[in-house]
């Protein structure tokens, strides 16, 4: 644990529990949410080619969890860390010229 605090610049244990609450409750959130979103489209489960729709509700799930990992990070108080590493992350996926870096 201490690695990860000191890579991600984290002084306290609370700060690293919160932080990997945030990860977790993001991820399941995005998972969740990506279903109704893929419905809303007029692609369902049932009624679909399974290809088509997990490859659509996969696809919807990391725009979903981008914008969740910022909205719940600062909900825990942790908006600092969390632009950061998003910044970060869509740098290194080619979307850094999107971004303003500061």
């Known amino acids: 644990?201490?690695?990860l605090k000191e890579r991600w610049g984290i002084v306290t244990n609370f700060q690293l529990v919160i932080i990997l609450l945030v990860f977790a409750i993001t991820g399941s959130?995005?998972?969740k949410l990506a279903s109704p979103v893929v419905e809303f489209f007029g692609i369902y489960r049932e009624t679909?080619?399974?290809y088509i729709y997990?490859?659509?509700r996969i696809l919807l799930i990391f725009p979903i969890y981008q914008v969740l990992l910022?909205?719940?990070g600062?909900?825990?108080g942790q908006f600092e860390f969390?632009?950061?590493f998003e910044k970060k992350m869509l740098t290194r996926l080619g979307f850094g010229r999107y971004?303003?870096?500061e």
Do not use: P
């Open 74 to 76: 600062w909900i825990f």
């Open 54 to 56: 997990w490859s659509l």
């Open 70 to 72: 910022v909205l719940f």
């Open 1 to 3: 644990m201490n690695k």
């Open 99 to 101: 971004l303003n870096h």
């Open 82 to 84: 969390f632009w950061a």
């Open 29 to 31: 959130s995005a998972a």
């Open 48 to 50: 679909s080619a399974w």
